[in-house]
């Protein structure tokens, strides 16, 4: 019974400080183990859990939730990025022009800071690889949450132009005039799902996630020297990056992009609340 | 950092089923390790979380947490075994006569069932120890939610007499009748905090709690005699527990009362919501 305890007292104890992320469904999200392992790492005792929220009580839940006292921070995924930007008490850049948030955190006055860091984590995922936007031709498919935050960062990064489809195509275009805003020369339009003088084909839409058999985009094959990416981490090979390999095709995965942005919102769930001590 | 993901999986995972304590203050609870250590030994992807909620935020704050559709349960611990009641949609024995509740937990029509098993643990504590409450003379201190538990539990164990101290004199009243339901027969009466013809000495109140130095009986001895048990866990050798033992006497600890409802608690835990798998 003591060795047991001993082992348990890593896992969680009373000064255990909490984190969740919240989304709808909940099961695949990778969130828990990575960020839980990242604060042991960092010598931070807190852990990540699951929170599974349905539409219908998003509303009723999330306020109550931010009440509790020990809680550092929420991650929100699917389908919660943009309904979530009304719990942050300020915004920061990312989050402001996308409008929408994937992290919210205590600041240095126990209110509610939120960021969208999406975004941030596709392009160090590139940059990990060696690969870069600048002067490349993008498709980026799906005009959501991630989507969103996916194509404000993209837009600092000098691409030769950037293609935005989403079947909502109100929500695409709204995208391309958010796009504008942090650098009004840049080519960026809505337009099909097409690969001709495409060299970057993003997924950032939830076709293909858990059991979905199902490309985002409807073709056999796609060009060998097409680098293709898919925003969906589970599973982590969807049928999109079987495809893509399948042709010989560069990919990358949701969870390159995930581990690109862990350390900043680790750091960003790391300010202290009121009377909280840093340790 | 396969190695380390490979550790953190065992941990916490987009699977896990969430269960939390809720109390005021928070960071001595030992719920935490324990319940999440018999979780992993039955093989039960779980954990179960600390949930620091101050008094002003309760009512805003439990019934957002009770919407989580992945929270298999709630434990709850100082200052709210009594007000967690109105969480409840049905209630079990013990908490239809103590009024109070520690548990709370989905049924299989996926509503929330309540019970204490607080006074299940201090007489599984003395069970463990081969002491029995029958036919000994009972001193309880502290006629809160813990306390009320024990007393009823221990109406049905058939002990000699059953005193009651609460600084609150109509909270003391108000168990004695309690106990009463129980067993009409039974010698119960409340009375002052004194050992004359006291076989067993139970602390179910708050003093002696963190680093408070006080005991919850003002005398220099005891008799070596009595029979101690305190029901605060933090610290684990509480003032009393330590003068007790300084005098000689026979002691048990706030952490045996926990191991005694683990089991029961872990099982009341157990039941599938609809559409959950038990695995």
């Not at 240095?108 to 995922?125: H, L, P, S, Y």
């Not at 936007?133 to 959501?144: E, I, M, N, S, Y």
């Not at 919102?265 to 840093?278: I, L, N, T, W």
Request: aromatic content about 6%; some cysteine.
């Amino acid at each position: 019974m003591a060795g047991r305890d001993a082992q348990a007292v890593e896992l969680v104890s009373g000064r255990t400080r909490v984190l969740g992320i919240v989304g709808d469904p909940i099961e695949q999200v990778r969130s828990p183990e990575m960020f839980t392992a990242e604060f042991r790492r960092r010598g931070r005792d807190a852990v990540l859990v699951p929170i599974h929220v349905r539409p219908g009580d998003f509303d009723a839940c999330l306020p109550g939730l931010l009440r509790i006292a020990n809680l550092d921070g929420l991650i929100f995924t699917i389908p919660y990025k943009a309904r979530a930007i009304g719990l942050a008490d300020t915004l920061g850049p990312s989050a402001q022009i996308v409008g929408a948030i994937n992290a919210l955190a205590r600041d240095g006055q126990g209110r509610w800071k939120a960021e969208i860091f999406d975004g941030i984590g596709c392009v160090e995922a590139f940059r990990r690889r060696g690969l870069s936007f600048a002067r490349r031709r993008v498709l980026l498919l799906g005009a959501g949450g991630a989507g969103s935050a996916i194509a404000v960062a993209i837009a600092s990064e000098h691409p030769r132009s950037l293609r935005i489809h989403d079947p909502d195509a109100a929500r695409a275009a709204a995208l391309v005039a958010k796009v504008r805003q942090v650098d009004a020369r840049i080519d960026v339009e809505t337009g099909e799902p097409l690969l001709a003088d495409i060299d970057v084909l993003l997924n950032a839409s939830p076709v293909g996630m858990l059991s979905e058999a199902r490309t985002p985009i409807e073709v056999a094959r796609l060009p060998r020297d097409l680098v293709v990416f898919d925003a969906v981490v589970s599973p982590e090979r969807t049928p999109l990056l079987a495809l893509a390999e399948g042709c010989g095709c560069t990919t990358i995965y949701g969870r390159e992009m995930m581990r690109g942005q862990i350390d900043a919102m680790v750091d960003f769930f790391s300010y202290a609340a009121p009377g909280q001590s840093r340790a």
